[in-house]
């Protein structure tokens, strides 16, 4: 065997005729030595000439060069594997610390527990609101069965509540009652919802109606109930979306009988008509303007002749409740709701919340003004939250500093005070 057999056997290259070698074919029988590529390690021609020669300088050369590519082959590798090193342990590092980020900022964050609000919901059924005790019966192990489903609903809720919308855990866990509730929504669309005060009272409708949608649908996912207007014939049922393109194609005409109109398009279909009613329903009433096109008191006795109704068909005085808001600044349209709220008989189902047409403004406070709207009307607490209930407590620092000054004083601010207090509601 020659020498160059020999060498070319104990550097183990691969082999020529082998289908996975990585020689080049040969040309005429001799190694094509221009471009000789062993290995796809790049050695060069001097190399391979000296390789072809047998030599054991050649053999040196070819070491030293297998040594210094493989080196240069190695070293990205090693640096890839070091930066993914790095990499793992900065992991190892931060995620804990986000993980801990995350843990303490639902910490700080009450989140009702499925418990509570189960608590929360028997609570009403048992206290706050007995009547409902003839929809959802039953000792506390039946209460648990039926309340089952709207507790897992409620705790969805009020993680939502408060992790997505900023909402306390408090009043979060309160609102959960609406599980139990449907709700239907009727609006004033008189021509003066788009003729007084340059269409902001639609702009306020529409806000309304949305953010009534965006909690109240999370409750129940089919949405609101029903949505009918005072004037227009038509409405929707399990409303869930936004509402400005249809409130802009709506018309809006007509009188404001509420009596009326709540009866026939609310109270006939959902309740009184209803023999399968199987949820309380909550009614919220929004208006712009007093009663007109029909005779006084009938608004109060179609309540009235409701809660009644319902009492008798075995379904309790809570059944159907009611909750009125004012869109605008039409002070006949707040002494009738102050006069349906204050009612000895009926003030029980009905609670008042008076809108005005900056409800964009009022909604810095967004966490009292919807609550109150959705549950003014269920729950006590909230019922009382009136700004017409509230006594004004006498201002002892304003009259110790009046009492410093003189009498000409005295009279000027009197007089400043009167002109910027405006005519009470």
Avoid at 73 to 88: H, V
Wanted: charged share 35%.
């Amino acid at each position: 065997m020659s020498s160059s057999t020999k060498h070319q056997q104990e550097v183990n290259l691969g082999d020529p005729d082998s289908p996975d070698s990585d020689f080049p074919e040969e040309e005429n029988g001799e190694p094509a030595v221009e471009n000789l590529a062993i290995g796809n390690l790049g050695i060069d021609k001097l190399v391979a000439e000296r390789l072809a020669a047998g030599t054991l300088a050649a053999e040196k050369l070819v070491t030293e060069k297998l040594a210094a590519v493989g080196l240069a082959a190695e070293k990205p590798a090693t640096e890839k594997l070091a930066a993914e090193k790095l990499a793992a342990e900065k992991l190892a590092v931060e995620k804990p610390a986000a993980e801990k980020s995350v843990s303490q900022e639902s910490e700080d964050k009450f989140i009702p527990t499925g418990e509570e609000i189960g608590k929360r919901l028997k609570n009403l059924i048992k206290s706050d609101r007995k009547g409902l005790q003839k929809i959802y019966p039953g000792d506390d192990a039946e209460l648990d069965k039926i309340l089952k489903a709207p507790t897992e609903r409620g705790e969805e809720m009020a993680r939502k509540l408060v992790m997505e919308m900023g909402c306390s855990g408090e009043i979060a866990k309160d609102l959960t009652v609406l599980t139990l509730y449907d709700v239907a929504i009727l609006i004033d669309d008189s021509d003066s919802m788009i003729g007084e005060e340059n269409g902001k009272r639609k702009k306020t409708l529409i806000e309304f109606v949305d953010h009534i949608t965006d909690i109240y649908q999370m409750a129940n996912k089919s949405g609101i109930l029903a949505m009918r207007f005072l004037n227009g014939s038509r409405g929707k049922k399990n409303w869930t979306g936004r509402s400005q393109k249809y409130l802009d194609r709506h018309t809006y005409s007509g009188l404001t009988k509420i009596g009326t109109e709540l009866k026939e398009k609310i109270l006939d279909i959902y309740a009184i008509k209803n023999a399968k009613q199987s949820k309380p329903l909550l009614v919220l009433i929004v208006t712009d303007g007093a009663v007109e096109g029909e005779r006084k008191g009938h608004l109060k006795k179609v309540i009235r002749d409701c809660v009644n109704e319902r009492e008798r068909a075995g379904k309790g005085f809570d059944a159907v409740s009611f909750q009125f808001s004012r869109i605008g600044n039409d002070p006949g349209a707040a002494q009738l709701l102050i006069d349906l709220d204050e009612d000895t008989d009926l003030g029980e189902f009905i609670d008042v919340l008076p809108v005005e047409f900056d409800l964009e403004r009022q909604l810095q406070d967004k966490w009292f003004v919807l609550p109150k709207i959705l549950l003014g009307a269920i729950l006590p607490g909230w019922d009382k939250q009136d700004d017409h209930h509230q006594t004004e407590e006498p201002d002892l620092v304003a009259d110790r500093v009046k009492d410093s000054k003189g009498p000409a004083d005295f009279l000027e601010d009197s007089d400043d005070d009167d002109e910027n207090s405006g005519t009470a509601e």
